[in-house]
């Protein structure tokens, strides 16, 4: 059975609490409290090595991807790979015309392609190397009940891209996967 679960951020905590009784809510959102927002894909970790781009290193994983990003109007932008403040990181269509894709090695990846060669493996480093300590935190926590980890987004369906993602989906896949190891 799997102890670490997500939820809606935007959810009253009524509705969560009647939802996951008993469970214990971690916001691992940019407005989580410390130390969970260290798993914001906007926390400043630095150093990211940025996938498919040898020597490149990212401030944060959300900096990563959005300066992979082509637009119609726009290239990769390498300098965003720089901000670590947390802010005015994300490259829009609004702004740029339609997405064409993410700068792999040397072609444009669709945006399924670039979650796994690139935001995948982006997170993945950071769980490994900057937040062993926060896991432990959360595995001691599942161990005793449910946890559920709030996030503004739910899709866990690296395929589905009608929606962003959801990190805290990836999270909870590698707590109930160590988790069941055990």
């Known amino acids: ?17 009647r939802e996951f009784p008993g469970a214990v809510f971690i916001d691992v959102t940019s407005k989580g409290p410390e130390p969970w927002v260290r798993f914001s894909p906007f926390w400043p970790h630095r150093n990211i090595p940025v996938p498919l781009h040898d020597g490149k290193t990212g401030a944060c994983v959300e900096a990563i991807w959005q ?31 339609p997405c064409l894709g993410h700068q792999g ?10 979650r796994k060669q690139i935001y995948l493996p982006a997170y993945h480093w950071v769980l490994t190397y900057c937040l062993q300590e926060e896991l432990r935190q959360l595995q001691a926590l599942a161990e005793s009940g449910p946890v559920v980890l709030l996030d503004y987004e739910t899709n866990a369906d690296i395929e589905d891209t009608t929606r962003p993602l959801s990190h ?15």
């Open 1 to 17: 059975m799997e102890m670490v679960l997500t939820a809606s951020r935007r959810k009253k905590r009524t509705t969560l609490e």
């Open 67 to 97: 300066a992979l990003k082509v637009f119609e109007t726009a290239p990769a932008d390498f300098p965003m790979l720089a901000n670590d403040t947390m802010k005015n990181i994300k490259r829009t269509v609004r702004r740029f015309g």
């Open 168 to 182: 805290a989906s990836l999270i909870a896949a590698w707590l109930n996967e160590r988790g069941s190891q055990r």
């Open 105 to 114: 090695a040397t072609e444009l990846l669709t945006y399924v392609e670039a």
